[in-house]
């Protein structure tokens, strides 16, 4: 069983920045992909980022593509969402999660399988 905890989550004026960390521990992490994905109030979950295990490839929204950066360090089991040029539009409960398998699709939230409890991040205007 694959515990996932985020943290770094907070509350940032327009235009600055967050550093969202998951760690993993409990089972499997290290060779599976990850992702990010949020939930703002009464809208659908939706994806923001994912990283290949070795960390050699990363995938992005287009809302958040050259602002957002996701890495990950396999010896701490973790990985990292930096957010720069927040938006208010950014808004949002983030979670992170474990990719299935190796074929699963990185941008749909059906080819996770562990999920994290989330962390609340607020863009103030």
């Known amino acids: 069983q694959v515990q996932l905890v985020e943290s770094g989550g907070g509350l940032v004026q327009a235009g600055g920045s967050l550093r969202l960390s998951c760690a993993a521990s409990g089972g499997t992490f290290n060779n599976r992909g990850a992702g990010w994905f949020r939930q703002a109030p009464g809208k659908e979950r939706e994806f923001v980022a994912a990283?290949?295990?070795?960390?050699?490839?990363?995938y992005f929204a287009d809302s958040v593509k050259g602002r957002f950066t996701f890495s990950r360090d396999n010896a701490k089991n973790t990985v990292y969402l930096q957010m720069n040029s927040l938006k208010p539009e950014d808004t949002a409960v983030y979670y992170c999660?474990?990719?299935?398998?190796?074929?699963?699709?990185?941008?749909?939230?059906?080819?996770?399988?562990?999920w994290g409890q989330g962390t609340q991040v607020t863009v103030s205007s």
């Open positions: 999660a474990r990719r299935k398998y190796a074929r699963a699709s990185y941008y749909t939230s059906s080819d996770y399988d562990y």
């Open positions: 990283i290949s295990w070795s960390g050699t490839s990363t």
